[in-house]
């Protein structure tokens, strides 16, 4: 029994230790460009990140939407500059996660997505109805 213990508290500090490395290690590609979008409005928290990174000589983009303290389990729509690109629905704690990937876009002559991308200034709104928070994305990489 003490061995199995043991041999457990071994493991358990070595598999932190291999996550920490990683972590620590991992670096994001220099040739990623990176927006972010964040706001608070009263108790609300909103916090939203674009990403186009070059792959193959193609382009794959990502949004993270994130929302804290929101209405408690409640279905909000998220919109960039009034298109609707999708919605979240928040927990029991009012927090809620959105998430998009498009893999394999043909960049243009700027070497962006040819297709819909976000630019500085570009507006995202999480919200329902006429209650919602928003907030413009500004290039940080």
């Given at each position: 029994m003490f061995l199995t213990r043991k041999f457990a508290s071994i493991l358990s500090v070595l598999v932190l230790a291999l996550m920490a490395?990683?972590?620590?290690t991992a670096q994001a590609n220099p040739e990623d460009k990176i927006w972010t979008a964040n706001a608070t409005q009263?108790?609300?928290v909103l916090k939203a990140k674009y990403k186009e990174s070059p792959e193959?000589?193609?382009i794959d983009q990502t949004l993270e939407?994130?929302?804290?303290?929101?209405p408690q389990n409640t279905?909000?729509?998220?919109t960039i500059n009034g298109r609707s690109v999708g919605t979240?629905?928040?927990?029991?704690?009012?927090?809620?996660?959105f998430r998009r990937d498009i893999f394999g876009v043909v960049p243009g002559p700027d070497g962006r997505p040819t297709g819909p991308r976000i630019n500085?200034?570009?507006?995202?709104?999480?919200?329902?109805?006429?209650?919602g928070i928003s907030a413009e994305f500004v290039r940080i990489q």
């Open positions: 490395f990683n972590t620590a009263g108790a609300v193959n000589g193609l939407v994130q929302i804290e303290r929101a279905t909000l729509k998220i979240m629905t928040t927990d029991a704690f009012g927090r809620g996660t500085d200034s570009d507006v995202i709104r999480v919200g329902r109805g006429n209650l």
